[in-house]
């Protein structure tokens, strides 16, 4: 695999006694879907917010393109090219559709010091909101509040707004959860276009979803990497199998 | 739409008809009415579009209207504002004094935001109210202006043109500043700055996700906010040709709060019906019994409880935002 686009040295988060990240070191590589699993309360949300700049580490570092970004706060990460989607949904409910996904356009196209021009008629940003609504297929809901939308749906304008972003690496915090089977068949479908398009950091419960979708997978306990690893190393590892079913008790 | 434009003529031709009905004096409840919204307006830019909940906003109104009040104080005695480390003159001309009420307000305004938007919900509203406080507090020690007793205006400033002193003409130059502002503030709810504040409201957290810094643009909302507010004040000082400490009391603030939720906060229009409803209710109520904030009160519960998007709500059948 090429260079590593993500660098994580010695990462360390804890909550009081609760150890969510524990000198955590990990690289990501430019192109890879890499997904992170583990039993729940395994600090892979944590990770993520770590790496996104929602929450700030106790001790290491994050390097992107060899670039120390530890310090680099939320809003600027995302002018680096990191984006996310969130594990409770996280939209404007009381914009609509266009506006939530104009918004995110908005973010990359200049400073919002503009008090005059209307902003959803202006041709810089609408230019750009025809093909992220029809991404996330959600062209027939553009004027609806996002407040109304179906819960699948929710998911899917904010995916599309994490794309609007046109990040060079992409979030994904659970997908797939709350979505019945036809949803996340189609989420699974954008997903995999995306693949050849971004760096990927998948947080998961969906197994199946998991093993055909990531390049590779790093399982995680208690804040400590158990595994990194191809789906077939994976799921041939005896770590991971006591990780999530405990020690087999000799019968 | 028609509503806008029936309430638009309404408001152009009232001197006329208060005229017909021999109820001149009504004009300076208009005038009154006018100056209200133009604040309330104001907080709902911060408040219903920003998420600001702010209990200190009488503290802009209140400075624009003591900027305004010294200023013409000195200009009558001839005496100068300042003499050290230069010479400050008193001020009557309205061109000069206002845009100053509304530096020296905005100028108050970016240093307040700074600090309290560092906070948000309801450490946000404490902190803001403390500032109001700190306010009132300095006027009412400040004996050299009245402290406690408030200073009264010699006269109203001068306006190249109009006479001010005249109710008529100054209700048409209220008139003519509230139709600027609620343009402008409609411009900029859908503009681009607009989109920023309205997102920070609804979610910061993904506001900065998506890579807007959003403080600066609260700030910039909160100091804009206080500007208008400065500007209101400058005129309710020549209304009343009185400034006191009350005008930044915190209760003062509550009463602006309370227009904007009568009306609608959210929208633009809302707070100006919310002022006129709230000073007309409290101009009839006050015939009947000095009790009237008792009547007053039930009546604020009951758009509480079931007009949660206040009369604006009521009257347009509008959801929330919908400008």
């Known amino acids: ?251 | 739409m028609l509503l806008l434009i029936s309430a638009t003529l309404l408001l152009l031709l009232l001197p006329t008809l208060l005229g017909w009905l021999g109820e001149e004096y009504l004009i300076s409840l208009a005038s009154r009415i006018l100056i209200y919204a133009l604040v309330a307006v104001s907080l709902d830019l911060m408040l219903g579009f920003g998420g600001m909940v702010s209990l200190g906003h009488a503290a802009f109104f209140g400075i624009g209207a003591y900027v305004v009040a010294i200023f013409t104080h000195h200009s009558f005695d001839g005496s100068p504002v300042l003499s050290w480390p230069f010479v400050l003159p008193g001020l009557d001309g309205a061109l000069v004094l206002w845009p100053l009420a509304i530096l020296v307000s905005a100028l108050l305004a970016a240093i307040i935001g700074a600090l309290s938007l560092r906070t948000s919900g309801m450490h946000f509203i404490m902190i803001t109210l403390a500032f109001a406080q700190m306010l009132f507090f300095f006027f009412v020690s400040l004996e050299a202006y009245g402290g406690d007793d408030g200073l009264s205006l010699f006269a109203r400033n001068r306006f190249p043109g109009l006479d001010l002193s005249d109710d008529t003409h100054f209700y048409y130059l209220c008139l003519a500043v509230l139709g600027i502002f609620l343009l402008i503030a409609y411009r900029l709810v859908s503009s681009r700055f607009g989109m920023v504040i309205r997102g920070s409201r609804d979610n910061e957290k993904r506001m900065q996700a998506l890579g807007f810094p959003t403080f600066r643009y609260k700030l910039a909302c909160f100091v804009i906010a206080g500007a208008a507010a400065g500007l209101a004040g400058a005129l309710i000082a020549n209304h009343t040709e009185y400034v006191s400490p009350g005008l930044m009391h915190w209760t003062h603030s509550g009463v602006i709060l309370v227009m904007v939720l009568l009306g609608g906060s959210g929208t633009l229009f809302g707070p100006v019906l919310g002022a006129a409803t709230f000073l007309i209710l409290e101009e009839v109520l006050a015939i009947y019994t000095e009790h009237w904030m008792l009547y007053l009160g039930p009546a604020l519960i009951l758009v509480a409880l079931f007009a949660r998007h206040g009369i604006y709500g009521i009257l347009t059948g509008r959801e929330r935002n919908n400008v």
């Open chain 1, 1 to 251: 695999m090429s260079d590593p686009l993500l660098k994580i040295v010695g990462l360390r988060k804890h909550f009081g006694a609760v150890r969510a990240c524990h000198n955590l070191s990990l690289e990501i590589c430019t192109g890879e879907t890499h997904a992170l699993i583990g039993p729940n309360g395994a600090g892979k949300t944590t990770l993520l917010n770590l790496l996104s700049g929602d929450l700030k580490p106790d001790a290491g570092q994050i390097f992107l393109d060899n670039r120390d970004i530890t310090r680099v706060p939320l809003y600027h990460r995302a002018h680096l090219g990191l984006a996310r989607s969130y594990q409770i949904t996280s939209i404007f409910p009381q914009l609509s559709v266009e506006e939530n996904l104009l918004l995110a356009i908005q973010a990359h196209s200049g400073h919002s010091f503009r008090f005059w021009k209307k902003a959803v008629s202006d041709p810089q940003l609408r230019r750009e909101l025809e093909p992220a609504l029809e991404r996330v297929g959600l062209e027939h809901r553009a004027r609806d509040r996002a407040a109304a939308l179906s819960h699948g749906e929710k998911k899917q304008l904010e995916v599309g707004m994490a794309l609007a972003c046109n990040p060079r690496v992409l979030f994904l915090d659970e997908p797939m959860a709350g979505m019945g089977p036809g949803g996340s068949v189609e989420l699974g479908k954008l997903i995999a276009g995306l693949k050849q398009q971004m760096t990927i950091v998948l947080v998961e419960h969906d197994v199946e979803a998991i093993f055909s979708l990531a390049d590779r997978i790093t399982v995680l306990v208690y804040g400590e990497i158990v595994v990194t690893g191809t789906a077939d190393e994976i799921r041939s590892s005896a770590a991971v199998r006591e990780a999530y079913l405990g020690e087999e008790e000799p019968c």
